[in-house]
């Protein structure tokens, strides 16, 4: 398709339903010939910062490089998708039945990524999840149009139970909101405790995004197990670490958790946050220049400190870029296009990684310790992590 024979065609279509008054969107759009690209993230509730963080960083990607895609201009539509999983359909469907974008960028949540994954797979429309881990969007709902550029919900959680064992804790407490996120990171937690010998004495919950957090805490003090560990996000997250230190249990029941605990709340959390071991993807003192580079860049436009989400936003416009520069722009080309990203190896804060046969990173996963409100490398805790991609089917 050339954008030349795209307007021709188009304009003549108009010209023939002039007397009708319709279409003239139509003509507009196909005149402009932008790349049009529509974010679907929380820009409120609890994931409201994780949603500013990843767009923050997808625009600043595409800006480092001179603000196109494959040559052509780009324009930006928004929904706020609250992280609210019974509206995730009808959201997804306004980008693409009424602003028709060409590539969908989200979400954060994983219930609301169920909604997403629905829209990708009847329309076709690229998907690019710069955060939700829900296992079916690269597992059983794979699709051939969708690249998660972040992780599986249970990859951080799966180099945690060694760790919290080789540590000494042999009896342990999980606790989570109750929802996809956090019941998969179970089950990355629950294979890789037992496996190591760790026993887990009581599996706790709450609904997302609730944060009445004490009656759970007290249970815990009762229970008396050796170790805690969690899978909380945002806002919440900052909230459960300062209630954990309020009722008495930091120094006395050692927290841990998958390293969202501790991502983009340590200034909130403050000195509550000191000694929290997680494990992730990503930390911000990974001493390389590009991860410096980027820290930098970013502090220094948005006034604001990146974080994990920050980086997987970034990531997702790297991938963008280099899969509409393989096809020169020409996003039709889905099987060009859907090589290149395959194929890609993202040069990243967090360290290169490469694409999945079922579109998820493989990744190292990384110990963490929080000292001084920063999230301190101390070590690989999984070297080039895969997720299973168990039940994917490519179409
Ligand atoms: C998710 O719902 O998939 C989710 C949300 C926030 C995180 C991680 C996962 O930090």
Redesign the pocket.
Known sequence: MTTRRLVLTRSAAVIGAASTGLLLPEIVRAQSNKVRVGFMLPYTGT?AP?GVAIENAFRMALDEQGGKLGGREIEWFKVDDE?EPSKGVENASRLVQRDKVDVLVGT??????MGIQKVARDSGVLSLIP????HAATRALCAPNVFRT??S?SQPTRALGKVMVDKGHKKAVWITWK???GDE?FEGFKESYTAAGGTIVKELGLPFPNVEFQALLTEIAALKPDAVAC?F??GG?AKFIKDYAAAGLKGKIPLYG?G?LT?GVLDAAGPAADGIYTTLHYSDSLDTARNKAFRLAYAKTFKLQPD??AVQGYDTGLLMIQGANAVKGDLSNKKALYAAMESAVIDSPRGKWSMSKQHNPVQDIYLRVVENKENKVVGVAAKALADSGAGCRMA
């Open positions: 994931f994780l992280s954060v949540h994983s219930g609301v990524q955060n939700a881990g829900v972040s992780f919900n929802y996809a996120a990171a899978f996000a945002g997250a998958s969202f991502e994990v989400y």
